[in-house]
């Protein structure tokens, strides 16, 4: 009966141990603190499709043709949708 009891809680102890494995091999890391972005860093050029008020632009916009100048980005996930 003591043999038993030992039994169970070795196996207890197994099953939570794996289960923690899991789990800690499951989260995602987090970014490295060199990688982040810092207040003032340059942006990396990018292309994006683009609008007005008055419509979509023919030509994609490329941050790069905007150096010098101030830029903000504003994202509307909703317009022009019917949401």
Partial sequence: MQLDVHVRW???AL???AVGAV??????????QELAPKVGDVAPDF???AS???GKLAQPLRLSNLK???V???????A???G
């Fill in 10 to 12: 070795l196996t207890a």
């Fill in 15 to 17: 099953v939570v141990s």
């Fill in 23 to 32: 789990l800690q091999a499951q989260a995602p890391a987090a970014a490295p």
């Fill in 47 to 49: 292309t994006l499709p």
């Fill in 52 to 54: 007005t008020k008055e």
């Fill in 68 to 70: 010098g100048q101030v």
């Fill in 72 to 78: 903000v980005l504003a994202f509307f996930p909703k």
């Fill in 80 to 82: 022009r949708t019917r």
